[in-house]
């Protein structure tokens, strides 16, 4: 079982910057590959970034490539979100989640468990 967290989010204006985090709990951080997810009123959740268990790999939408950055620490069992430049269109509520896997997935169906969320609002 894996607990999420995430903090950080909150009102930005368009350009600004917010780095969320996601703490999790139990022992099985470190062996997960992690996600990024956000979700827009009246849109489907999409993935945002991704991150394999040991950090060697990482991907982005192509929205957010040069703007977004993912990091982990495994140490502390916390995920990151380093998010620049933001644009009124990244508003939404983000999510980490934990994949069954520990390679870098892109498939919502292999993420296990999810946060709760924080919300991103930018204003332009």
């Known amino acids: 079982q894996v607990q999420l967290v995430e903090s950080g989010g909150g009102l930005v204006q368009a350009g600004g910057s917010l780095r969320l985090s996601c703490v999790a709990s139990g022992r099985t951080f470190s062996n997960s590959g992690m996600g990024w997810f956000r979700q827009a009123p009246g849109m489907e959740r999409e993935l945002v970034a991704a991150i394999s268990s040991g950090a060697d790999t990482t991907d982005y939408r192509d929205s957010v490539k040069g703007r977004f950055s993912i990091s982990r620490d495994n140490a502390k069992n916390t995920l990151f979100l380093q998010m620049n430049n933001l644009k009124p269109e990244d508003t939404a509520v983000y999510y980490c989640?934990?994949?069954?896997?520990?390679?870098?997935?892109?498939?919502?169906?292999?993420?296990?468990?999810w946060g709760p969320g924080t919300r991103v609002t930018v204003s332009s």
């Open positions: 989640a934990a994949s069954q896997w520990s390679a870098l997935s892109r498939l919502l169906g292999s993420y296990r468990y």
